[in-house]
């Protein structure tokens, strides 16, 4: 860090002290050589994360997007207002947690699938069908299917 009043690179902080809990730390600095004291910010930077699509075309993870996807696939489901945002949150904290910086698209879709199967089942298939594009209904059924079988319960089966 130079001087910014005559360029020296020799500089020692006087004080530090944490910002925005803990998130900035604000340091006061003096200049060896002309005694300027100055303030500089410390900051972590979030590792970007890059989603790479099925087709290799690459975006950066949009957490936003992920919600309202999570959100629309929720909409009037009996869950809390903020499952989506919580369950983007995890599912972002999954990602950065697992230290790639790249990460396919395929992931996050099953990723936000888990979170959508804990939280609410007819959101998960809701997501799923148009995530998964079921081929057709057979898929779909095999998809719920599965889910009564968690549960220990058959299917009902139509009249
Ligand atoms: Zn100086």
Redesign the pocket.
């Known amino acids: 860090m130079r ?1 910014p ?4 690179r020799d500089t020692r902080v006087i004080d530090s002290r944490d910002l925005d809990d803990g998130a900035t730390i604000r340091r006061r600095r003096e ?1 060896a ?4 004291r100055f303030t500089t910010y410390e900051r972590v930077e979030a590792a970007r994360l890059i989603v790479v699509k099925r087709d290799g075309t690459r975006q950066e993870f949009d957490r936003d997007k992920l919600a309202d996807g999570l959100a629309k696939a929720l909409t009037r489901r009996p869950v809390r207002d903020d499952a989506a945002e919580q369950a983007a949150d995890a599912i972002e904290a999954d990602l950065r947690a697992s230290g790639q910086s790249e990460i396919p698209s395929s992931r996050i879709g099953l990723a936000a699938m888990e979170q959508l199967r804990s939280i609410d089942q007819i959101a998960y298939i809701r997501f799923a069908s148009v995530y998964q594009s079921f081929e057709d209904l057979e898929d779909l059924k095999r998809e719920v299917d599965s889910l009564y079988e968690e549960r220990g319960t058959k299917a009902p089966r139509k009249a």
């Open positions: 001087c009043q005559c360029e020296e200049c050589a002309c005694a300027t």
